[in-house]
């Protein structure tokens, strides 16, 4: 069963315009959470983080918002850059290692 | 250069072969993880390692092997490799540090098909 859903597969965007990547976790005990993006044939590379004693976290035109009572999180990009089209990872920390979404494919047209 | 790199970048193979893939990070980071990413499934661990002569399973461990007998290397061997192991191979690394930052760096994987 997954403990980490990204269950939009792909977002298609204007450039200039939010770009809003949605991710839900089942396990409560989650208290740190972050955002990979990947272009093809690279590794994933670290984006932005927020831990559970926050509910906002931001980097420039990257914001995690964090919602412990729904168990879900998202990442807004404002404003959509073509550069951004990737795909983003949700990922939830865990002891030893990472819990990662499937991925959502990020589409940002000029 | 500084940082952790993975060879080959592509192999192929054939079904019942032995294949090794090579990972090695300049950090002296004390964790490093193997991943394998598949359509459909994302990223899956399947194997960590906490510190030199110390592994674990993850989530996929099945038909893999792994030491570390180096810090900085991380080999992954596909004893007999079958047409389900043909996919996009990760290493990662991490600190020991249990700080506020939990950041895997990645490497830029191995693509690997078994014919």
């Known amino acids: 069963d997954q403990q980490v859903k990204q269950n939009s597969p792909s977002l298609s965007v204007q450039e200039g315009r939010i770009s809003i990547l949605n991710c839900d976790y089942t396990?409560?005990?989650?208290?740190?959470f972050l955002w990979y993006k990947k272009y093809p044939a690279e590794g994933p590379t670290f984006l932005i983080s927020?831990?559970?004693?926050?509910d906002k976290n931001e980097d420039g035109r990257f914001t995690v918002f964090l919602n412990k009572s729904a168990k879900h999180l998202s990442l807004h990009i404002v404003p959509s850059q073509p550069g951004d089209s990737a795909v983003y990872f949700c990922?939830?920390?865990?002891?030893?290692?990472?819990?990662f979404g499937k991925g959502t494919k990020l589409s940002v047209k000029p | 250069d500084a940082g952790i790199t993975q060879s080959p970048r592509y192999k192929i193979t054939e079904t019942g072969r032995q294949v090794t893939l090579m990972c090695h990070q300049t950090?002296?980071?004390?964790?490093m993880f193997w991943y394998r990413q598949d359509l459909g499934h994302g990223l899956r661990l399947i194997y960590y390692?906490?510190?030199?002569?110390?592994?674990d399973k993850g989530e996929v461990p099945d038909g893999y092997v792994v030491s570390r007998s180096k810090t900085e290397n991380f080999p992954l061997t596909l004893e007999s490799a079958t047409r389900s192991q043909t996919s996009v191979y990760f290493c990662?690394?991490?600190?020991?540090?249990?700080?506020?930052?939990?950041?895997?760096?990645f490497g830029p994987g191995t693509r690997l098909t078994v014919l």
């Open positions: 390692s906490a510190a030199a002569d110390i592994t």
């Open positions: 927020i831990s559970s004693i926050k």
């Open positions: 990662a690394s991490k600190t020991r540090r249990e700080a506020v930052t939990d950041t895997q760096y």
């Open positions: 396990n409560s005990m989650f208290d740190y």
């Open positions: 950090w002296s980071h004390s964790y």
């Open positions: 990922a939830a920390s865990a002891p030893g290692n990472l819990i």
